[in-house]
């Protein structure tokens, strides 16, 4: 498994964040949900496509209460889902991925873990160390959702140039190791 960590900036909430993935192999056929910009933006096609589950690990440095960083979170994804016409389900897809950070307080430390299970199940997991959590706190089917999400760090504007990159230069090398 391949790590990538790198800082970047979601609104207000400052973090770590980690790209966790195995080595791109097997079937690279586009899944039918991507745009076409999503499509002309390779990292994230090879990484989105690949068959493999794909996490990404936000590990907090810094006390943030849950609904501020799931307002930030919020503002990056909910014009994506729009622009990807998710409509009532996209939603409810969001608003069931905001119920895990609202009302609760989020420490230095904590790790949040966005698992994409293919093709569309996007897992979510918080953790007070940044041990993986035994088990997952949200479990939502949306396509439209995990596109959306993987999009505001790999996509054409991501939140942070500097994740992308480095997320980019992680999955170029493993590609060619």
């Not at 690990?57 to 609904?67: E, S, T």
């Not at 503002?75 to 990807?84: D, G, S, T």
Request: glycine share 6%; proline share 5%; hydrophobic share 45%.
């Amino acid at each position: 498994m391949n790590t990538i960590k790198v800082c970047s900036t979601l609104g207000s909430a400052t973090s770590t964040s980690r790209m966790l993935h195995h080595p791109a192999h097997g079937n690279l056929c586009l899944p039918p949900h991507l745009s076409a910009r999503q499509r002309t933006f390779q990292p994230f096609v090879i990484t989105c496509s690949a068959s493999m589950e794909k996490s990404i690990k936000i590990v907090l440095v810094r006390d943030v209460d849950g609904a501020t960083f799931w307002g930030a979170l919020d503002e990056a994804v909910a014009p994506r889902l729009k622009a990807a016409n998710a409509g009532a389900a996209g939603q409810e897809a969001l608003d069931a991925f905001g119920e895990v950070f609202r009302g609760r307080s989020l420490k230095q430390g904590t790790s949040i873990f966005l698992t994409w299970v293919q093709p569309s199940r996007l897992q979510v997991a918080v953790s007070s160390d940044s041990m993986v959590p035994e088990s997952v706190e949200a479990s939502i089917v949306s396509a439209d959702l995990v596109s959306s999400l993987f999009d505001v760090y790999l996509g054409e504007n991501p939140v942070s140039p500097s994740t992308k990159a480095a997320v980019a230069s992680g999955v170029r090398a493993s590609l060619y190791v």
